[in-house]
Nanobody
Framework: QVRLVESGGGLVQAGGSLRLSCTASGIDVSFDIMGWYRQAPGKQRELVAD??????TNYADSAAGRFIISRDSKNTVTLQMNSLKPEDTAVYYC?????????WGQGTQVTVSS
């Protein structure tokens, strides 16, 4: 059974930091792409950042310079979020792409108060 378990969301004041972590299990094939997406109320899910082969990173413009994605182990990806803004408020989802298959976590709420 495939599981992506996320942790680290919560409530923080603007300017603060949060660290999200996601551990994947049950995926039989090797996977090279892990990432984080987010979805705010009334908006579409969007890419925040992803990491390919453990080293090539890609960030949304809104996240560049403030967030850092890293792959801490074969199955774990972390998103360090700094200088958070109220517009970062959303449900954050972990994503793993294995071949043509996408896997998603259950989501973790991040709320940034002004």
């Amino acid at each position: 059974q495939v599981r992506l378990v996320e942790s680290g969301g919560g409530l923080v004041q603007a300017g603060g930091s949060l660290r999200l972590s996601c551990t994947a299990s049950g995926i039989d094939v090797s996977f090279d792409i892990m990432g984080w997406y987010r979805q705010a109320p009334g908006k579409q899910r969007e890419l925040v950042a992803d990491i390919i082969s453990g080293r090539l990173t890609n960030y949304a413009d809104s996240a560049a310079g403030r967030f850092i994605i890293s792959r801490d182990s074969k199955n774990t990806v972390t998103l360090q979020m700094n200088s958070l803004k109220p517009e970062d408020t959303a449900v954050y989802y972990c994503n793993v792409r294995a071949g043509i298959q996408d896997y998603w976590g259950q989501g973790t709420q991040v709320t940034v108060s002004s």
